[in-house]
């Protein structure tokens, strides 16, 4: 089969591999139909991250049809149309038999190669995927669409982790493709007014489409508490991970607010810790999906999540170099590129 290869940092060959066979029983063989970008494919390509060691097919976020399956398979057949979880989880460690999926102990990525492990993605024509992470589409979703599954269950694990009240304000730092997702969710939830803050001018634009009432340069934070009157926001959702815009997202949090930390670009970030103890503001972590599959593709099915504006191109599995290029030097102000092999 053809395969997008790393085979060496910042090096895509579009190659012939040879076709992944079922070695267990529970796995399936997956024909991918859609192969979206991850911001972290792009920071793996670059070795940035080191969670992607050359030579490994990248690639987590995506959907297809069902080959064939193993010999224990019983909820899906070949010719199903499926999207699927990133993250493989074991099922029997404690985290996993305590419903915490995301957080179990022998975690794997698709489409990751680190120290510990590595598991071939889905930038192929074929994918093997376990049965316990696979989800049928819900019928007149587009392969496409589906490709965002895994983003959009990010996102709404994030909001699932301190969600608005009715009516109840909140605000987003950051306005890229999880940002723009979350402020989605949080538009099915809320009346009250949803904040943007994000420094590029375009996503501030984006984030005012995608269903934000106010988007602010990090510049002019300060008419977060004009708008509020001084009561500033109950709950901030950080999509970037750096020092800069966390500190952004404490400033606006009001006394014994929460702030969902999503973004991760920094591995060491400085927090103003006076401001978080003495106004008792709650950080709280957010990791990956955990059972948000079946909700988020039955908002994507019924239009109440509408992701169909954040693709901003589809485009053959073999430019898939020329595209990471693009998204490396953030040419074109890309969110999200679709690669269909
Ligand atoms: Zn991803
Ligand atoms: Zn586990």
């Not at 019983?74 to 460690?93: E, L």
């Not at 909001?159 to 940002?179: C, Q, R, Y």
């Not at 002019?220 to 997202?249: M, Q, R, S, W």
């Not at 949090?253 to 810790?273: D, F, H, M, Y």
Request: aromatic share 6%; net charge negative.
């Amino acid at each position: 089969m053809k395969a997008l290869v790393l085979t060496e940092y910042k090096r895509l060959e579009f190659k012939d591999v040879p076709k992944p066979v079922i070695a267990n029983p529970t796995e399936v063989l997956v024909k991918i139909e859609a192969a979206a970008i991850c911001g972290s494919d792009v920071h793996g390509w670059d070795g940035s991250t080191g969670r992607r060691k050359p030579p490994i097919i990248m690639g987590h976020e995506g959907s297809g049809i069902v080959e064939e399956v193993g010999s224990l398979v019983t909820g899906f057949k070949a010719g199903d149309r499926v999207t699927f979880d990133s993250t493989i989880f074991c099922g029997s460690c404690s985290f996993c038999r305590s419903g915490l999926f995301n957080l179990c102990d022998n975690r794997r990525v698709l489409g990751v190669s680190c120290e510990e492990y590595r598991r071939d993605g889905i930038f192929a024509e074929y994918a093997i995927v376990e049965e316990r992470v696979l989800f049928h589409l819900p019928e007149g979703l587009s392969f496409t669409e589906a490709a965002f599954a895994e983003p959009a269950g990010v996102a709404a694990h994030a909001v699932s982790l301190a969600p608005p009240k009715l009516g109840e304000d909140v605000a987003v730092v950051g306005a890229g493709l999880i940002g723009l997702l979350i402020i989605k969710v949080l538009r099915t939830m809320t009346a009250g007014r949803i904040f943007a803050i994000e420094v590029d001018e375009n996503r501030r634009k984006k984030a005012l489409e995608v269903g934000a009432d106010h988007a602010l340069d990090p510049a002019d934070i300060d008419e977060v508490a004009t708008l509020t009157a001084g009561a500033l926001v109950p709950t901030v959702f950080e999509a970037v991970g750096a020092t800069g815009p966390i500190k952004t997202a404490i400033s606006i949090a009001r006394k014994g607010g929460t702030v969902v930390l999503v973004g991760n670009v920094s591995p060491q970030i400085e927090i103003p810790l006076q401001s978080v103890v003495t106004r008792q503001i709650r950080l709280q972590g957010s990791c990956a999906i955990n059972g948000e599959y079946p909700a988020v593709l039955s908002m994507m099915a019924g239009g109440t999540l509408d992701v169909r504006d954040l693709v901003s191109t589809t485009a053959p599995l073999s430019e898939g170099e020329a595209w990471f290029k693009k998204l490396y030097n953030r040419e074109e102000d890309l969110l999200k590129v679709v690669l269909i092999p």
